[in-house]
């Protein structure tokens, strides 16, 4: 029986690329079905462009479908990969653009403990709103798929959505990629690395870290005591920043992925401080120079994209490795390696959603980081709160590993609890549709110096994003 597989947000080109050639490099999901969805039409139309492309070069046998419609994509499938991101990076800098206004340096979703610069959760009643729609839509058109979570915020969307729907669901990131390049610099073989991660979404822990049998950690320490020259290459380049180290010296084990970028506010108080802490130029992903940069990245992977689907719509028979060279334009070194990586016969993308289909489909089972309900696998934290950790995967379902060794209390109860306790007040705010509880959290926020201050920015980011009530 072949697999319907719909990718609900598909406009986002790479990421529904990536996943197309990760299930063309997968034999044994020959014949699926892919249901391309969003409601932008010009990105939709690009992406079936390239996604068929792609998969004909490859030899693939695999359908597409595009639609605009998401009850049309929901019908039948037995996966939802849900990557939309409601009102883009468009709606996302309105509301920073209010926050800032009225006196919150990078918006008022810039958070303790979250500061990742499109992790809205404040702000982002429209994305929650979305996720409970599809959640409802799955119930009724397709109870027996699964519902993959890949848009942000996946803590909040995860735990959110768990708690309100039977559906079988779980959230994936690829935060954890960051164990292999910690790996790779330390000149360790990935193949004998024993590693596990534990925490939350964009607040993960390297809690084991392990080489040919042997505690690596004096491998890691000793590599940081040498490096005194470190300058990042690009404002993602985090994993031995000032800020990755300090957290490591306050909390004992080594913070992974984005979780450095969501440090307290001593990494985040203002420009200069970030730069202190993630390196000059940028000051990080998440500073003003940082964010910028990423956009401007982004927006020369779209157009690029899109010129890519145009001249394949012309001439079908376009060789797509001529077309990507540096001679197109100023792209982005990482998007053309990224792109060669889709292209390459053998090399999956890193993504987890395909083997994970695969691993439940055809019972390859294999080993993941997933985010699903704690029940009871880290002490002290709710059995409904979402945390990410690793388990093995196969037609038998999810089977998380315990946590070994157990992260360190100093992890649970300073940074781990009020991370979860602030998600627990966005879902609250949200859930309620009050917006007196964003005041209150605003209250608590550092850069509130009035009532006033308060009660200004949360009325007008009701009013801009269509939510209207008494604050």
């Known amino acids: 029986m072949s697999v319907k597989i719909s990718i609900v947000g598909a406009g986002s080109a790479v990421f529904s690329l990536r996943l197309v050639s990760d299930l063309y490099k997968t034999p044994s999901l020959k014949g699926a079905t892919v249901c391309l969805m969003d409601i932008d039409d010009q990105r939709l139309s690009a992406v079936q462009t390239l ?6 070069e490859a030899g693939a046998d695999i359908t597409f479908e595009a639609t605009n419609d998401l009850e049309k994509a929901v019908d039948g499938a037995n996966y939802v990969i849900n990557s ?8 996302l800098e309105k509301m920073r653009a209010i926050g800032e206004k009225h006196g919150y340096y990078r918006g008022i979703d810039t958070q303790e403990f979250n500061m990742v610069s499109d992790y809205y959760t404040l702000t982002n009643w429209k994305q929650f709103d979305f996720f409970t729609q599809l959640t409802h839509l799955m119930e009724q058109r397709a109870p027996n798929a699964w519902m993959l979570q890949a848009a942000n915020p996946v803590f909040e969307g995860t735990t959110l959505i768990r708690r309100t729907s ?3 669901m779980m959230g994936f990131c690829h935060g954890h990629f960051s164990v292999r390049e910690i790996s790779k610099a330390l000149n360790l073989d990935i193949n004998h690395v024993d590693w596990q991660v534990a925490g939350v979404n964009h607040g993960i822990w390297l809690n084991r870290f392990r080489y040919k049998g042997q505690d690596a950690y004096p491998l890691l320490e000793e590599y940081l005591l040498v490096l005194s020259d470190w300058k990042p290459e690009q404002p993602f380049d985090d994993n031995f920043s000032p800020a990755a180290q300090d957290m490591f010296g306050f909390y004992g084990v080594y913070p992974i ?3 450095p970028r969501n440090g307290s506010w001593k990494y985040h108080f203002d420009t200069d401080t970030k730069k202190r802490w993630y390196g000059e130029p940028w000051g990080g992903a998440d500073a003003p120079e940082g964010w910028s940069w990423y956009q401007h990245q982004l927006s020369l992977v779209t157009q690029v994209m899109a010129q890519m689907a145009q001249a394949i719509k012309e001439k079908p028979s376009l060789d797509v490795r001529t077309f990507l060279t540096p001679k197109v334009g100023q792209l982005p070194e990482a998007f053309l390696q990224e792109t060669q990586r889709i292209l390459d016969s053998k090399e999956m993308s890193g993504e987890q959603h395909i083997p994970f289909i695969d691993a439940l489909e055809n019972n390859h089972g294999n080993r ?17 709160v979402a945390i990410e950790v690793n388990a093995w995967v196969d037609k038998a379902g999810i089977h998380p590993e315990p946590i070994d ?5 100093r992890v649970i109860q300073w940074y781990l609890t009020p991370r979860i306790m602030r998600m627990e007040w966005a879902l609250e705010a949200f859930i309620k549709k009050d917006p007196m509880l964003i005041e209150e959290f605003l209250i608590r926020d550092l850069r509130t110096q009035s009532l006033e201050q308060v009660r200004s920015v949360v009325q007008e980011i009701m009013q801009e994003s269509g939510y209207l009530g008494d604050s």
Do not use: C, E, W, Y
């Not at 996604?51 to 004909?56: D, E, I, N, Y």
């Not at 939309?84 to 709606?91: D, E, I, L």
């Open 166 to 168: 039977s559906i079988k």
């Open 51 to 56: 996604a068929r492309k792609f998969a004909s």
């Open 84 to 91: 939309a991101m409601v009102g883009g990076h468009a709606f």
């Open 257 to 259: 992925g984005d979780t």
């Open 405 to 409: 060794p157990p992260l360190p209390k």
């Open 368 to 384: 993941f980081v997933v985010n699903i309900p704690n029940q009871g696998l880290i002490p002290d934290i709710a059995d409904d």
